[in-house]
């Protein structure tokens, strides 16, 4: 039996002399995990479209429920990511964590435009890494169930509160408690009308928004300890990926 799917390469790791085993997120069956026989080799057909973050069309064999590549034509490569060191550590973030929401067996063609839309973001158009970053994680918080109430103070209304609930998702003033005392963040009005932007605004519109750069920072701060908190769930490429940065600040 032959599957033919959309998929983009979430993770590879190198088996017997020349093969791979391939994470992939795809659209009509989310995550798979598939062989690709060969595929180290240098003339190998294959090779372009079952690298790491790229995009293919694939054909896939089944044979009793193991799944190896047939036939793959890479349809985006987002060639700028494997040029910055910095920008594949974070594309390899949002793929690692796409993969930790996807599930077998259950298609989520929004969770794969997600993801392509964040890559695409940071190769093509050059949007600010803590911008696609921030965009991406509380999108994905949505995707996973975990949608925050972005309305009002949960406590007594009021439209413009200064603090995010990590634990609850909700908003609150800084003077209004809701029970017992979870870690809240503090929110300047531009991060909160950002929140509300990436929340509620159209999937292709996701990453079209500015902010200054110390919010954009304090943001990206916060969507990551609201993404954690919620999976409860790290990922060492998210590590790997901040120890660049750190690197960058000391030389
Ligand atoms: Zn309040």
């Keep these: ?29 989310g995550l798979l995990t598939v062989k690709a026989r060969g595929v180290r080799r240098g003339s190998s057909p294959l090779k372009s479209a079952c690298q790491l973050l790229t995009l293919s069309e694939f054909t896939l064999q089944d044979y009793r429920g193991k799944l190896a590549v047939q036939e793959a034509q890479p349809l985006e490569q987002f060639r700028t990511l494997r040029e910055n060191i910095e920008l594949l550590a974070l594309g390899s973030y949002f793929a690692q964590a796409a993969g930790a929401v996807a599930q077998e067996d259950a298609p989520n063609p ?36 975990f949608k925050p109430d972005l309305s009002a103070c949960a406590v007594c209304g009021a439209e413009a ?3 995010f609930d990590l634990s609850r998702g909700t908003l609150s003033c800084a003077a209004c408690r809701e029970g017992e005392n979870g870690i809240r963040l503090p929110l300047t009005p531009g991060m909160l009308m950002a ?16 902010l200054e750069e110390e919010s954009l920072l304090a943001l990206s701060a916060l969507t990551e300890a609201y993404l954690m908190t919620q999976l409860e769930h790290s990922f060492y490429t998210l590590d790997f990926y901040k120890s660049l940065l750190h690197y960058g600040e000391t030389i």
Excluded: H
């Excluded at 599957?3 to 069956?29: G, P």
């Design 1 to 29: 039996m032959f599957i033919k799917t959309e998929a983009i390469v979430l993770r590879e790791v190198e088996i017997n002399e020349a093969d791979k085993l391939l994470d992939l997120l795809s659209k009509d069956r």
């Design 110 to 145: 929004e969770l794969l435009q997600l993801l392509c839309n964040a890559l695409f973001a940071l190769a093509s158009q050059g949007r600010p890494q803590a911008l696609v970053k921030a965009a991406f994680e509380l999108r994905l918080a949505c995707l996973a169930g």
């Design 161 to 163: 509160p200064d603090r």
């Design 195 to 210: 929140m509300r932007y990436v929340v509620w605004c159209e999937p292709k519109r996701l990453f079209s928004f500015r």
